[in-house]
């Protein structure tokens, strides 16, 4: 599907706008006033449904193979899980995920 020089602006300007108004309703609207203890709670959880949301399309869509799930991909992402639930620590499961990437990357 193609777009249009200035329909891709548009696009880009209203999520532009979208951002800023996300972003200003916690900074400007309530930025001065306490937040409730069951938001702070549900805030806690931002990072860790985050990078799995970024982290997802290329383990499961990966460009480099054409969008087929690539098992070195998929060896690598069960690692980083495993490192993950067994540490309970974010930089362990990452080094664990990339040395699965790099060590099947080289033998495989």
């Known amino acids: 599907m193609q777009f249009s020089s200035p329909t891709i602006w548009l696009i880009i300007a209203a999520l532009g706008v979208g951002t800023f108004l996300l ?4 900074l400007g609207a309530i930025g001065n006033r306490p937040l409730p203890e069951w938001g702070q709670r549900l805030l ?10 970024l982290v997802a399309p290329g383990i499961l869509w990966p460009a480099a193979t054409d969008g087929r799930p690539d098992p070195v991909r998929l ?3 069960a690692a980083t899980l495993a490192a ?11 080094v664990a995920g990339a040395a699965a990437l790099a060590a099947g990357s080289y033998w495989g």
């Open 23 to 26: 972003r200003w309703s916690f």
């Open 44 to 53: 806690r959880y931002t990072a860790v449904a985050v990078l799995p949301a």
């Open 75 to 77: 060896a690598a992402a």
């Open 84 to 94: 993950g639930l067994l540490t309970r620590n974010t930089l362990a499961a990452i």
